[in-house]
């Protein structure tokens, strides 16, 4: 079959597209665990994890689920200027469109969004909140108090960003749920999963337990550094494929093809 890694390749493509998604033990966990703490009469649900650990999908796995039942809505990139994001919220709560340079006054939306306490339940997926200041984080938490709207804050904790995450949050937010790395063995049905989905089943079998093993090794079972890897690892079969069918085994994945990747991508040095 003719251009087979070329189109293996683009299944390892980042996105955040849920017809992507892959349903493995931890995954379905977290989700788990989010719509109960959606359920629960919490204000603040803090969702962190290290990058690449599947926060966003996952909320927009939730979010997909969830719209047609509740009043949902996620925030995909946060507006970093103050006033553009309360009046995005000022939209939601009052359903209307307002003039782009609408100025909201932070009262009025407290007032507004007490008056909804008992007749509206509000949800606000805010993905990447690390990226809000610290006066707009202040505010939304006053505005959770009202009890109307309850926010997902959605972290990406970074090694000197743990500190912040738990110290800022910790009186605050009433649940957290941690996103992790996965296991050796989820990782290995992630790309078999994600291969087989597409119909790769020749390509899905090559990749073999001792392959797998050294993909972990790399990766450190992140999704974000596999998807990236296997991208890579394929990106070279398919210039092998173009250049020089020698070096392609159909049966099984080559070591040196992964280590090669690896080198490309930096998590080995010669
Ligand atoms: N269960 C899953 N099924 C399929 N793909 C997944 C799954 N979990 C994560 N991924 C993939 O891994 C990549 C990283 O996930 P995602 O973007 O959700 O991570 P993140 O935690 O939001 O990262 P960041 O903190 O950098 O925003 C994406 O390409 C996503 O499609
Ligand atoms: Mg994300």
């Not at 738990?166 to 050796?184: A, G, Y």
Request: with cysteine.
């Amino acid at each position: 079959m003719k251009n087979r890694y070329s189109l293996a390749k683009n299944v390892f493509v980042d996105s955040i597209d849920i017809d992507d998604y892959i349903e493995l033990e931890s995954a379905l966990s977290a989700y788990k665990q989010l719509e109960n703490s959606i359920e629960k009469p919490l204000k603040m649900i803090l969702l962190f994890g290290r990058p690449g650990t599947g926060k966003s999908i996952l909320l927009n796995r939730i979010y997909k689920n969830l719209k047609y039942q509740k009043e949902i809505h996620y925030f995909e990139t946060p507006t970093v200027n103050e006033k553009e994001f309360f009046l995005k919220l000022f939209k939601v709560l009052t359903k209307k469109e307002l003039p782009k340079h609408t100025e909201v006054n932070f009262s009025a939306l407290i007032e507004f969004s007490k008056k909804l306490y008992g007749k509206r339940e509000i949800i606000i997926l805010l993905d990447e909140a690390q990226m809000y200041s610290s006066e707009i984080m202040e505010k939304i938490r006053l505005l959770s108090d009202t009890r109307s709207i309850k926010f997902v804050v959605s972290l990406h904790k970074t090694e000197d960003e743990d500190l912040i995450a738990k110290e800022h949050f910790k009186s605050r937010i009433w649940e957290i749920i941690e996103l992790k790395n996965i296991t050796q063995e989820e990782q290995a049905s992630y790309i078999h999963k994600k291969l087989l989905k597409q119909n790769f089943f020749e390509v899905a079998n090559s990749i073999k337990g001792k392959n797998i093993k050294l993909i972990h090794e790399f990766t450190k079972g992140n999704y974000r550094e596999c998807n990236k890897l296997l991208f890579t690892i394929f990106e070279i079969y398919e210039y092998y494929e173009k250049n020089d069918l020698s070096k392609i085994n159909y049966n099984k994945m080559s070591r040196k093809i992964i280590e090669m990747a690896g080198l490309k991508l930096g998590y080995i040095y010669v």
